[in-house]
């Protein structure tokens, strides 16, 4: 008989969204679901955690349909510089302001591949926060401060 075989890195990926959808819909009976017409607080929620573990059933029996090629080593070094950056961005954009706290997120975060050089991190950085302050703040017209008060400008 022909064993089953499965797709490791899909199957961890599914139970890890069954996992999460059960706890987040667990935490959503904690408030007041209410109907489809009337919707209470943990409405909303908990059909984004039946959603996640819908998709998670999803990725498990394919993951049991197609056999994938086992899981190779852990990208170290994007973890220590992506995970980061948007923790930085949330952490200086009220004292830095927009433009330096997403220059500095940027730059944190092209250092996450191994092949970026310096200079084309700055470039990379400065195009980007041009762009958003050119979207965000000229063409959306969002309150955001260019500089912050910790740049005493």
């Keep these: 008989m022909n064993s ?3 797709d490791t890195t899909n199957l961890i990926c599914g139970l890890l969204f069954i996992l999460t959808g059960i706890y987040f819909a667990y935490q959503a009976f904690e408030l007041e ?3 489809a017409l009337r ?3 943990g409405y909303f929620p908990f059909i984004l955690a ?3 573990m819908l998709f998670g059933a999803i990725i498990v029996v394919q993951a049991a349909r197609v056999h994938g ?12 510089f992506i995970l980061p950056a948007p923790i930085f961005f ?16 940027a730059l944190i975060a092209a250092f ?3 092949r970026m050089k310096p200079l084309t991190a700055v470039v990379l950085s400065a195009a980007l926060t041009v762009f958003a302050v050119a979207v965000f703040i000229y063409g959306l017209g969002l309150p955001f401060r260019s500089f912050g008060p910790w740049l005493g400008l």
Excluded: D, N, Q
């Design 69 to 80: 090629e086992p899981i190779g080593h852990i990208a170290w070094r994007g973890m220590l």
């Design 112 to 114: 996450a591949s191994g």
């Design 39 to 41: 919707m209470g607080p």
């Design 33 to 35: 679901l209410g109907t």
């Design 4 to 6: 089953l075989k499965f």
């Design 90 to 105: 949330g952490l200086t954009v009220r004292g830095l302001g927009f433009v330096p706290a997403l220059f500095f997120t």
């Design 50 to 52: 039946c959603a996640l």
